[in-house]
């Protein structure tokens, strides 16, 4: 749904919302709007590590101006703060105020990233596990400060060094405009698996993208996310079969011709579907996106079991069902990548959602807990948590209701179903194989909506 406001705000009612106090967002630079001079504006690398200037050099290699100091005066596309020696508290100062000295130099639609290890207080001395667990909260808060569009996320370092290749893949993602719907977020990477990819090869697309090759599933891809999702992943390379109800027929078949996808007319809650869905992928399953889902709102004080039980069926049993019979059958190819759509309502809850809540929950958990058997395939099962994203059901709500839910975002507007895809797309990614059972919200550092 078109967001009147925001344009209004970039145009005649400019001056007005600045002398009104009033909420400022910035039209987010994605993929395909990404201006030519951000891209050839250099990044900061802070940390004193051997680790930062490795990502230094990397970057380097890759065509990146950088930078390793503050006070240069030049306009900055990013910061990237490395914390991978912090071993107290007190190792966090120097990197930290450097970053605050340099936020004001940032262009529009800027991005910080932290690298620092993984807080793992059960495997950690106090002293560590305090600074680590500090790097995850000095971002989270840095990100609600980030004005113009810019974000802040980290990547996690669990286990493994900062020449993963997985970290290389976070970093591509983060850079750019693929992430621009994503802020006070962290990719966790907790294996060496992956394969090495260069910015330009992350992101180039049809036969040269990060995709090329590889089949990819994509339930209830007729209309919405689903169909941003197809599109996407045929951007990137992938061959697609899109997955449907009958009745959305027409729909999916109207995406399919667009991406020159195949369609696969089932309901996913069938006994049969992981045997149909192997059958049209024509050979075992090589990406799988578990899309489909629906809502029966309700308070629970209302709630009928038809309401329920159905919620619960197609978002998450069905998942279940599908993930287990195809390991069941090896008809998962080695490698193979699933990535399931879990809610921020499955992790904040939500008024009249009692069902979507605990559904959307149970993919979190249902991710986290598969992991390891992915792991045994060298394969990886993550899931994609969006927020309020600009769809047919967020036009529904009351006009009120629904500008609210955009600026209480700290970019203060709501996500497109485009940036749900760019997400998917990368943790469905070879390069991202070193990240596994986690969830990432695509919420604009925002807990409302499903």
Request: with cysteine; charged share 20%; net charge neutral.
């Amino acid at each position: 749904m078109k967001d009147t406001y925001l344009d209004l705000v970039n145009g005649p009612f400019k001056q007005v919302a600045k002398t009104l106090g009033l909420p400022r967002p910035v039209r987010l630079q994605r993929f395909d709007s990404t201006p030519e001079h951000y891209l050839s504006a250099p990044v900061l690398v802070l940390g004193t590590s051997p680790g930062a200037q490795r990502i230094a050099d990397r970057l380097l290699d890759n065509g990146f101006e950088v930078r390793r100091h503050p006070g240069s005066g030049e306009s900055l596309r990013a910061v990237i703060a490395v914390f991978d020696d912090a071993g107290v508290p007190g190792d966090l100062s120097a990197t930290a105020l450097e970053i605050g000295a340099s936020l004001r130099t940032l262009l529009p639609c800027a991005r910080v990233i932290t690298v620092s290890p993984a807080p793992r207080p059960e495997d950690q001395d106090p002293a560590p596990a305090a600074a680590a667990q500090a790097v995850t909260g000095l971002t989270r808060s840095l990100a609600h400060e980030m004005r113009i569009g810019g974000t802040a996320n980290g990547i996690l370092l669990d286990g493994v060094d900062v020449d993963a290749a997985s970290v290389t893949a976070a970093l591509w993602f983060l850079l750019s405009g693929k992430s621009a719907y994503v802020s006070g977020q962290f990719l966790t990477v907790s294996s060496a698996a992956g394969e090495e990819i260069g910015a330009r090869e992350f992101l180039a697309t049809g036969g040269s993208g990060p995709l090329a090759g590889r089949t990819a599933v994509v339930t209830g891809a007729a209309r919405g996310i689903g169909a941003a999702i197809a599109r996407t992943l045929a951007r990137d390379g992938a061959g697609i079969v899109g997955v449907d109800m009958p009745q959305a027929g027409q729909a999916l078949a109207g995406v399919m011709n667009e991406v020159g996808g195949r369609t696969l007319q089932l309901d996913i809650t069938a006994d049969s579907a992981a045997e149909r869905i192997a059958e049209a992928a024509g050979s075992e399953v090589d990406i799988l996106v578990h899309n489909a889902g629906i809502t029966r709102d309700r308070l629970l004080a209302n709630m009928d079991a038809s309401r329920w039980d159905s919620v619960l069926a197609v978002n998450l049993e069905s998942q279940a069902r599908i993930n287990a019979a195809l390991g069941e059958r090896n008809l998962f190819a080695r490698g193979s990548q699933v990535v399931a759509l879990a809610s921020t309502s499955g992790i904040a809850g939500n008024r009249g959602q009692t069902n979507y809540a605990a559904s959307k929950a149970g993919v979190i958990g249902l991710t986290a807990a598969s992991a390891r058997e992915f792991a045994q395939r060298s394969g990886t099962i993550n899931a994609v948590a969006p927020g309020f994203i600009e769809t047919d059901m967020t036009a529904k709500m009351p006009a009120l209701t629904r500008q609210v839910a955009r600026r209480l975002a700290s970019l203060q507007q709501g996500g497109l179903p485009v940036d749900v895809a760019e997400a998917i797309a990368f943790l469905a990614s070879a390069p991202a194989r070193g990240i596994n059972g986690s969830t990432l919200r695509v919420c604009g550092q925002n807990m409302v909506g499903a």
